[in-house]
């Protein structure tokens, strides 16, 4: 691992798989790192977990291997070829880069991690968001299901909604690398019917963008920080299990 620094955050540049998941479940300059896919659990609000797993995780080396389901499969499968769309479809506006074992620390929050599926350089200052040249931002993918009303929470909103779990994810970035927004490209699939039709999978595609001068995020990003400054504090250092939180 070689540690690189850069004014926001310091970059862990690491070569494999297996070294970038000891790195990420351990600690860096004495605090644990909690990356910003395991944000919204932290703060006991994903659909994917808890608190208390990221405690699990992180203080009991209780590590979940979901690397072998269908679904994981095909999002890891989906992602490079996920990023060369966008590459082609906003080459126009945006140099994207992609690292992807390198794991962002923030030094202003350090027990903030991050590991990017890629990164973004503004180009032209000619762009319909006003981004300035030379403006850094951060490409995040997502695949997911439509089945019984799964991915509805990307078509909220009149489909400028993020979904909240995801939204935590975007501003966690933000707060590891001071860039300036996050760009989501999300696939959602529904699988055929399996009752004789043939019917033909259906996907819907997409973009959102993070803004970080948009209202409010600021403040969320300053509110995810002391929370999850809090956890690290009140429960992962003093090895003190949090309560579970029962959903219903």
Do not use: A
């Given at each position: 691992m070689t540690v690189l620094e850069a004014d926001k955050y310091y970059r862990l540049h690491i070569d494999s798989r297996e070294e970038w998941q000891r790195v990420r479940n351990g600690k860096f300059k004495d605090h644990?790192?909690?990356g910003a896919s395991e944000s919204a659990k932290a703060v006991?609000?994903?659909?994917f977990g808890s608190s208390v797993d990221v405690y699990d995780e992180k203080v009991g080396g209780?590590?979940?291997?979901?690397a072998g389901l269908a679904s994981v499969r095909y999002g890891i499968e989906a992602e490079e070829p996920m990023r060369r769309l966008a590459m082609l479809d906003f080459g126009q506006w945006f140099q994207f880069s992609y690292a992807p074992y390198d794991i962002i620390v923030s030094k202003d929050t350090p027990c903030m991690s991050a590991t990017l599926d890629g990164e973004i350089v503004?180009?032209?200052d000619d762009n319909p968001w006003e981004f300035p040249k030379?403006?850094?931002g951060v490409f995040e993918n997502k695949t997911g299901g439509m089945d019984h009303g799964a991915g509805d929470e990307w078509f909220m909103d009149h489909g400028k909604t993020i979904p909240p779990h995801y939204y935590l994810q975007g501003?966690?970035?933000l707060a590891c690398t001071g860039y300036g927004f996050t760009l989501f490209q999300y696939r959602l699939k529904r699988e055929g019917y399996r009752d004789g039709e043939q019917e033909l999978p259906q996907i819907s595609t997409g973009y959102r963008l993070l803004d970080r001068r948009a209202e409010g995020v600021e403040e969320d990003i300053a509110?995810?920080?002391?929370q999850l400054m809090h956890f690290e504090?009140?429960?992962?250092?003093p090895r003190v299990r949090p309560a579970q939180v029962f959903r219903f």
């Open positions: 644990y790192l909690i006991d609000h994903s659909p209780k590590i979940k291997d979901i503004v180009k032209t030379g403006m850094k501003i966690h970035q509110w995810l920080r002391t504090s009140e429960y992962l250092i």
